[in-house]
Every structure is written in C-alpha cells, then in structure tokens.
C-alpha cells in the first residue's frame, strides 16, 4: 500500500459544485501539503500544515480551503468548483525522526471542471 | 521571493545519449536544492539533493552540483535510458522553511531506442 493515500484519483464535475479531495498518510510525518501542477507551471503550493492546530496558506490558497482532522490526514476542498481549478493535485508529507528534507508525494487526484 | 528556472522540454534523445537540464535559481541564504523525477501516471519521487555550496547529489546515474557562485543546479546523466523517460523537476527549500519546495516548471525528457 502506498505511504501517500489520495482520493479520489479522477474527478469530472460541474461548475460551482463542492469538491473535497482526502489524503491521508502511514508515515508518521507532521508535515503535510497540497500542490497543484498545470502544465507549463510546475508545482505550486496551495496550503500546507506543520501540525493539527496548523495551518498555512501557500502561493495560490484563493479558491481553496483546507481541513487537518488528525495527524495523518489533509483534506483539501473546492467550496464552488470553477474551470481554473482544473489541475492535477498532490498531496505531499515530510518531517519526522531522521527528517532529511524530502517530500513525499501522493499519486495525484486529477481533477476536472466542466 | 524564491524562484528556479530549467530549461523548457520537451527534450528528446537516443538511448546513450548525454543528458544535461539546466536549473538556475533565486533564493536568499543558502537554500538547499533537489532533483525530483515524475514518471507517467505517478507522484514525484526525490532523484538526488545537495545541501550546500559544492555539493554533488547523485543517484541511478544522475548528478547534479550546487554552484552558489552560478546558482545553478544541473542535471547530468552520461547515458540515458528509455526507462530514464519522464518530467524532471528542480526545486528548492529554505533553511527553516518546513520544507516547503520551490519548484520549477518541470523538463520532459524522451528517451528513444
């Protein structure tokens, strides 16, 4: 089983509709981000937390909102979906014993609105 | 604020060809660098990393060096392989930044028999 767990992988929705997309993680890491990647701009970051009671807003956070209900989980929702926010979005995770720096990334939640 | 450029793909080569993606950088202090690999379908794995000036990370192959007098972070590999085809992203983090990566746009590299 994958240590970065999205859901979903795919999404096709409609304009103004509520989104949630859920990571959760099995590595025991306090960090936790999302990101979203478009094509021709890399990897931005939306929000990310340091710990439960933590959260950050990240370069792009206007749209977004996030929630971090445990240690091991970062859910990420669309209030009112609109085209933009079609992207590709990861979940990422990092700290712990021994932290050397990395990210961790998810597979990816593809997300599309129509 | 902080920023990476790499040069734009997508890059295309024979098997056993010589890699080179450039990367450069804007970052106050000393930020440390990364190579992260996206093959298709999949999340971004760490390639390699250097911490500080004249560092050289390396893995599978590849290896990049941390130029603080060019702020650059280029990715070589002396011969590439088909499998070695994906999107290779650099980043950077600053110290006490909570790891939070800068990334670049991100170079697809094609590998082809």
């Known amino acids: 089983d994958a240590d970065v767990t999205q859901t979903p992988r795919n999404r096709i929705t409609k304009t103004g509709k509520r989104i949630m997309l859920e990571c959760s993680q099995t590595?025991?890491?306090?960090?936790m981000y999302w990101y979203r990647q478009d094509p021709g701009l890399g990897l931005r970051l939306i929000y990310y937390?340091?710990?439960?009671?933590?959260?950050n807003k990240g370069e792009i956070s206007d749209g977004y909102s996030v929630s971090r209900q445990a240690q091991a989980k970062f859910s990420l929702s669309l209030e009112s979906a609109i085209p933009n926010q079609t992207a590709l979005y990861f979940c990422?995770?990092?700290?712990?014993?021994?932290?050397?720096?990395?990210?961790?990334f998810g597979e990816g939640s593809r997300l599309t609105v129509l | 604020g902080d920023s990476v450029t790499q040069m734009e793909g997508p890059v295309t080569l024979s098997e056993e060809a010589f890699l080179t993606i450039n990367c450069t950088y804007t970052?106050?202090?000393?930020?440390?660098l990364f190579w992260y690999v996206q093959y298709p379908g999949e999340g971004l794995q760490l390639l390699l990393k250097?911490?500080?000036?004249?560092d050289k990370g390396s893995n599978k192959g590849f290896e990049a060096t941390y130029r603080k007098e060019t702020t650059s972070f280029h990715l070589e590999k002396g011969s590439v392989q088909v499998s070695d085809s994906a999107v290779y992203f650099c980043?950077?983090?600053?110290?006490?930044?909570?790891?939070?990566?800068?990334f670049g746009t991100g170079t697809q590299l094609k590998v082809e028999l």
């Open positions: 970052a106050t202090g000393y930020p440390s």
């Open positions: 250097a911490t500080k000036a004249d």
């Open positions: 980043a950077l983090s600053r110290t006490g930044g909570g790891n939070k990566l800068t």
């Open positions: 990422a995770t990092s700290g712990g014993k021994g932290d050397t720096g990395e990210l961790f």
């Open positions: 937390s340091f710990d439960v009671k933590d959260i």
């Open positions: 590595k025991g890491h306090d960090r």
